[in-house]
């Protein structure tokens, strides 16, 4: 790994976030601001589009993402072909299923959107955890193999296998906006759902956009207020996926963290704390992101050392005994993009 620049470091860099939670646009210099809420997030988009009805296209686009995709609204096409009601694909599940699988293919089996019975019986789907979750009678229903696209349908080798596009669709729906804002005329904008960014061209100084990586201790909550690096960009996509914010702690005091290892059933814990990857897009950056996660430490690390091309930044916790807060792994692509 000799070609990495790595780094170990200990303590936190504060930021002082400017409150982002208006609904609506104002105007600054000749860039447009809007503020709201998108996926059950918050929305941020700053652009030079002179277009004044940009949050009211990404409400119609939040409406039909979550029609479509969301896993949490029990009358959504992803839920009814879930539960067997239709086979029917739309564009935005066809698009995730089939990049979803080039994933797969990558990871060597460590990322699969056919995880939901696992991600559902540990309680990170909307449904408490099963105090002791049958894994291998689950495992049974998880494999992208078990599904197929056939003339716009989902064939299913059983009809208890179920999707889950939680680990791409934010980050699809980013491109989505991103492509609606710049249909509006916008030549330089940053289109960012709950962290995942798209952008293109340069801020209103004039500089490429700066986007931050938070800090992965446990339960940060804080929107930017602790942050680790920052990325310049001037076009493509960032994500970043973690297990510091969504986890419990068993009654045995294990700590069970949402990335679900669709190879073994388990939570994948590692010393891998945050991956954070910039990509031409962000459905890609997402599920990149959440493939790191889910193969663990020592497996991502020997990934990124065979696909130096992959900007990517983790964040691990500290070697036993060490006094730093965090260890660094950053790849020569993601190291030419920081600050």
Same mark, same amino acid.
């Given at each position: 790994?000799?070609?990495?620049?790595k780094?170990?470091?200990?303590?936190?860099?504060a930021?002082?976030?400017?409150?982002?939670?208006?609904?609506?646009?104002t105007t600054?210099s000749e860039y447009r601001?809007?503020?709201?809420?998108?996926?059950?997030?918050r929305?941020?988009?700053?652009s030079?589009?002179?277009?004044d009805?940009?949050?009211?296209?990404?409400?119609?686009?939040?409406?039909?993402?979550?029609?479509?995709?969301?896993?949490?609204?029990?009358?959504?096409?992803l839920?009814?072909i879930?539960?067997?009601?239709?086979?029917?694909?739309?564009?935005?599940?066809?698009?995730?299923?089939?990049l979803a699988?080039?994933?797969?293919?990558?990871?060597g089996?460590?990322?699969?959107?056919?995880?939901k019975?696992?991600v559902?019986?540990?309680g990170?789907?909307?449904?408490s955890?099963?105090?002791?979750?049958?894994?291998?009678?689950l495992?049974?229903f998880?494999?992208?193999?078990k599904?197929r696209?056939e003339?716009?349908?989902?064939i299913?080798s059983?009809?208890? &296998?179920?999707?889950?596009?939680?680990?791409i $669709?934010?980050?699809?729906?980013v491109?989505? *906006? #991103?492509?609606?804002? +710049?249909?509006t005329?916008?030549e330089?904008y940053?289109?960012?759902?709950?962290g995942e960014?798209?952008?293109?061209?340069?801020n209103?100084?004039g500089?490429?956009?700066?986007?931050?990586?938070?800090?992965?201790?446990?339960?940060?909550m804080?929107?930017?207020?602790?942050?680790?690096?920052?990325?310049?960009?001037t076009?493509?996509?960032?994500?970043?996926?973690?297990?510091?914010?969504?986890?419990?702690?068993?009654?045995?005091?294990?700590?069970?963290a949402?990335?679900?290892?669709?190879?073994?059933g388990?939570?994948?814990?590692s010393?891998?704390l945050?991956?954070? &990857?910039?990509?031409?897009?962000?459905?890609? $950056?997402?599920?990149?992101c959440?493939?790191l *996660? #889910?193969?663990?430490? +020592?497996?991502?690390?020997?990934?990124?050392e065979?696909h130096?091309?992959?900007?990517?930044?983790?964040?691990l916790?500290a070697?036993?005994?060490?006094?730093?807060?965090?260890?660094?792994?950053?790849?020569p692509?993601?190291?030419?993009?920081?600050?």
């Open positions: 790994m000799n070609f990495w620049y780094k170990t470091h200990k303590g936190l860099i930021l002082l976030a400017g409150a982002m939670l208006s609904v609506g646009c600054e601001v809007v503020n709201g809420a998108m996926l059950g997030t929305l941020h988009i700053i030079d589009s002179p277009c009805t940009l949050y009211r296209g990404a409400m119609a686009l939040d409406r039909e993402a979550k029609a479509s995709m969301s896993i949490f609204d029990e009358q959504s096409l839920n009814r879930n539960r067997g009601e239709t086979d029917s694909l739309d564009r935005h599940i066809t698009y995730n299923i089939c699988d080039s994933i797969h293919r990558l990871s089996g460590a990322y699969d959107i056919t995880v019975p696992l559902e019986a540990w990170f789907a909307g449904r955890a099963e105090q002791q979750p049958n894994i291998d009678s495992l049974a998880v494999g992208m193999e599904i696209i003339g716009g349908r989902l299913k059983d009809s208890r &296998v179920a999707l889950d596009l939680n680990s $669709a934010k980050g699809y729906t491109d989505l *906006l #991103a492509d609606y804002v +710049e249909q005329g916008a330089n940053l289109v960012d759902i709950g960014v798209r952008c293109k061209g340069r209103r100084q500089n490429p956009w700066r986007i931050g990586v938070e800090s992965p201790y446990d339960g940060n804080t929107d930017g207020e602790y942050i680790e690096r920052r990325i310049a960009l076009a493509g996509a960032m994500a970043t996926s973690g297990n510091y914010r969504r986890f419990y702690l068993d009654q045995k005091g294990n700590k069970i949402h990335t679900i290892d669709p190879r073994t388990r939570s994948q814990l010393r891998l945050s991956t954070t &990857v910039v990509a031409p897009t962000c459905a890609e $950056a997402d599920a990149i959440t493939m *996660l #889910a193969m663990g430490d +020592e497996a991502a690390c020997r990934f990124l065979a130096p091309e992959v900007a990517a930044y983790l964040i916790a070697d036993e005994g060490s006094e730093n807060e965090f260890d660094e792994v950053i790849t692509a993601m190291q030419a993009l920081m600050m």
